[in-house]
């Protein structure tokens, strides 16, 4: 059975800087791994995904500020976020699609001060 489990979230000041990390346990072959945020009252969108080929994609709100990387023989996936802005603030969930499935992490919670 394949579960994520995301670290990292916090509280942080505004320009500041944190670093989410996705573990994935279980078997599978990942096609895409991404982030994916949720702020109160709006719809989950995309932060950044990259893929089986190692093609990267940002969302237009975080490029030049996250970057996302992925580590395959430890089966992380990680997310650097710099220059925090207070619309930031979200539940951010790691995601995996396989060719048995999509899965989802918990999320965790990032919250930037102005």
């Known amino acids: 059975q394949v579960q994520l489990a995301e670290s990292g979230g916090g509280l942080v000041q505004a320009g500041g800087s944190l670093r989410l990390s996705c573990a994935a346990s279980?078997?599978?072959?990942?096609?895409?791994m991404a982030w994916y945020r949720q702020a109160p009252g709006k719809q989950r969108e995309l932060v950044a995904q990259?893929?089986?080929?190692?093609?990267?994609n940002y969302g237009d709100s975080v490029k030049g500020r996250f970057t996302i990387s992925r580590d395959n023989a430890k089966n992380m996936m990680y997310l650097q976020m710099s220059s925090l802005k207070p619309e930031d603030t979200a539940v951010y969930y790691c995601f995996l699609r396989t060719f048995q499935g999509t899965y989802w992490g918990q999320g965790t919670q990032v919250t930037v001060s102005s």
């Open positions: 279980g078997s599978f072959s990942s096609i895409v």
């Open positions: 990259i893929s089986r080929g190692d093609s990267i």
